[in-house]
């Protein structure tokens, strides 16, 4: 859930808003008002955003902010893929070569983040990268992503594939 990113932007017009609300805060009334009409009724709900989201303190343009996200959910799914961190992201040259790093990095982040706002980290459940872009993405490579959520100290997570093709044996300690 996000504003628009790509296209020709400048050709968008949202007449709801008067230009003084930022979009996130747009967003997060979105998701309170989101919410607030599911609250009692049992439904569990997630949201998938950004990676980004989980080192970036601004909205990354699109009106997504972990802490404006975090309170409405009962799950927050970064999409934390190592290929999506662009050149030079925390040192490294190219991110997808790191998948262990790149994971244990922003989801600890993410994890203070959550505490630091009185939210369970536990609602944050990364999507993990099982296919070959900006590296090739072998079993080894899935794991350390397991591991880096692992050892961030969160307790699930959930894996991509657009193909729907996974790793064989990536998966076979778990």
């Not at 997630?46 to 309170?71: C, M, N, R």
Request: aromatic share 12%.
């Amino acid at each position: 859930v996000r504003f628009p990113s790509d296209g020709k932007i400048s050709d968008i017009a949202y007449p709801n808003t008067d230009g003084t609300t930022s979009r996130a805060d747009i967003m997060e009334a979105f998701f309170k008002d989101l919410h607030e009409s599911v609250k009692d009724t049992g439904m569990v709900t997630s949201a998938d955003l950004f990676g980004l989201v989980t080192t970036s303190t601004d909205d990354l343009g699109i009106g997504q902010v972990l802490e404006k996200t975090l309170p409405y959910f009962d799950y927050v799914c970064p999409m934390v893929y190592p290929s999506h961190f662009g050149s030079g992201w925390n040192g490294f040259k190219n991110p997808a070569d790191h998948p262990y790093e790149v994971i244990k990095i922003s989801m600890t982040k993410a994890v203070e983040r959550a505490k630091a706002i009185g939210q369970d980290p536990l609602k944050l459940r990364p999507w993990l990268q099982d296919f070959n872009i900006g590296a090739t993405y072998t079993a080894e490579m899935v794991k350390a992503q397991i591991k880096g959520t692992y050892d961030s100290g969160l307790n699930s997570w959930l894996m991509w594939s657009a193909a729907n093709t996974y790793t064989r044996g990536a998966l076979a300690n778990e």
